[in-house]
């Protein structure tokens, strides 16, 4: 409740009084600090903050679009790892590289907008790491594609590289977010570094679409297991030579599958070699 108080003039209370003009001057002039010095610092460098909390920040949006000209995007199973994964007979092993799976959507929710060139649908997806510091990489394995595409995409998202410091030792620095350009470490080798990610809502958004119609790139090499030595009238020449070559990935190093003869107008073709170790010669005898 609000008390209201009413202040009378003099003239009310005594009739024979009269009321007077004074004049009263106030200083409103005040120095004082309000701030006090070495107590407070309002200095404020937003871009240096903004730098500071970036390359402090390990949450990562692994978003983007995937397609393919094989067959549809809209409904596949990315299988997301800190290192490569191991495969057996061709099953990828959740192992303690593992951290999680995703499915993938439809781009847009008319299906009939949602197809590229090919007549194939076409997807979206979003992966989402927090305090992500077991790695520099992570690894997405696409489950149910060919092994003779590219079923396994390799994203760095952390930039190290080896320097000298001013006592004259080695040390391992990482580069800062927002860089674009290549960088020579202490033994020579050129870095081109790519993690200028956009950042908002405390976490790094990369983009990374996937297309599914490249295919992994593969060689042959000799196989092992049809080394044979080249003889005569039965006796070890010395020389070996390969019967078979197979096809591997080069990528992983895993075979494919694929053989065919080491010939010598195949372009592929392994020339013997001399070989003591393996194809011993018989000794010469003693006089």
Request: with cysteine.
């Amino acid at each position: 409740m609000i008390k209201r108080k009413k202040i009378l003039l003099a003239t009310k209370d005594v009739k024979s009084r009269t009321l007077e003009d004074f004049n009263i001057t106030i200083q409103l002039n005040r120095t004082g600090n309000i701030i006090i010095p070495n107590t407070y610092d309002n200095i404020f460098d937003i871009n240096k903050h903004y730098d500071k909390e970036r390359n402090n920040c390990r949450n990562f949006r692994i978003y983007g679009t995937i397609q393919s000209a094989f067959e549809d995007c809209d409904e596949l199973i990315l299988h997301v790892f800190k290192e490569r994964p191991l495969e057996v007979d061709g099953e990828v092993m959740r192992d303690m590289n593992y951290i999680t799976s995703v499915k993938t959507r439809p781009l847009i929710s008319n299906s009939w907008e949602n197809k590229n060139i090919f007549n194939y649908k076409k997807g979206k997806y979003i992966i989402e790491l927090e305090n992500y510091n077991d790695s520099d990489y992570v690894y997405i394995y696409i489950e149910g594609i060919s092994e003779s595409m590219n079923n396994l995409i390799k994203k760095q998202l952390i930039y190290r590289y080896e320097t000298i410091d001013i006592f004259g030792k080695n040390k391992i620095l990482t580069v800062p977010f927002g860089t674009n350009e290549s960088i020579v470490d202490v033994n020579g080798n050129v870095i081109t570094i790519n993690n200028d990610f956009d950042y908002f809502y405390n976490k790094h958004w990369v983009k990374e679409d996937i297309i599914l119609s490249l295919i992994r790139a593969t060689k042959w090499i000799p196989d092992e297991e049809t080394l044979e030595c080249i003889q005569d009238n039965g006796v070890n020449t010395g020389v070996r030579h390969y019967k078979k070559l197979k096809e591997i990935f080069i990528d992983t190093g895993k075979p494919t599958g694929a053989t065919k003869d080491n010939v010598p107008t195949d372009e592929d073709y392994y020339a013997d070699i001399v070989d003591f170790v393996n194809c011993p010669p018989p000794l010469p005898p003693h006089p």
